[in-house]
């Protein structure tokens, strides 16, 4: 009866997806309930690493959250009738996975030590979902690079939801 409140993404996910709505379950639908919740994240970072004049950094990681409560059997959504899920029990849970790298060169110019990546690349995803009856997802995959230090540089992100939102 005391589950805690649900975890946002991983500040990895959410620096990469920065201007899309990466965010938490809205609190509503937690403070009410029993049940359990569990998950499970790895993630790997091999620091930055040289060779030579050449550098280079990696990481990536990936996990899951899920939480299935009993809101009771006269629990439903907004316009529709009881009960909410199977027999009350409802489940919600995010997936995500992030992963980021660059390589570049370290040089020496007016006697400073300088460093300029040749190529820096990130991307992530992050998927949310709540179910059964309603069932309701909502998506989002994102990513950045940049060549050259900068010179040339973009990114992309990606949203989107199918199914009924429950409130």
């Not at 639908?29 to 550098?55: C, P, Q, R, V």
């Not at 995959?141 to 989107?160: P, Q, W």
């Amino acid at each position: 009866t005391n589950i805690p409140p649900y975890p946002a993404p991983p500040s990895e996910v959410t620096q990469i997806l920065s201007g899309t709505n990466a965010q938490s379950f809205e609190e509503g639908l937690m403070s009410t309930g029993s049940g359990f919740a569990f998950g499970s994240s790895f993630n790997m970072n091999t620091g930055e690493k040289t060779f030579l004049i050449f550098y280079g950094a990696f990481s990536l990681g990936a996990g899951f959250d899920i939480m299935l409560k009993d809101y009771g059997s006269t629990a439903y959504c907004e316009g529709s009738a009881p009960p909410l899920g199977v027999n009350g029990w409802y489940a919600m849970g995010q997936a995500y996975a992030y992963m980021s790298g660059k390589i570049g060169v370290k040089f020496r110019l007016f006697r400073k030590d300088r460093k300029m990546d040749i190529l820096a690349i990130s991307a992530a995803a992050l998927l949310q979902a709540k179910l059964p009856n309603p069932l309701y997802f909502k998506g989002q995959a994102g990513g950045r690079y940049s060549i050259m230090g900068g010179l040339v540089k973009g990114s992309c992100n990606f949203e989107f939801t199918v199914g009924q939102n429950c409130e």
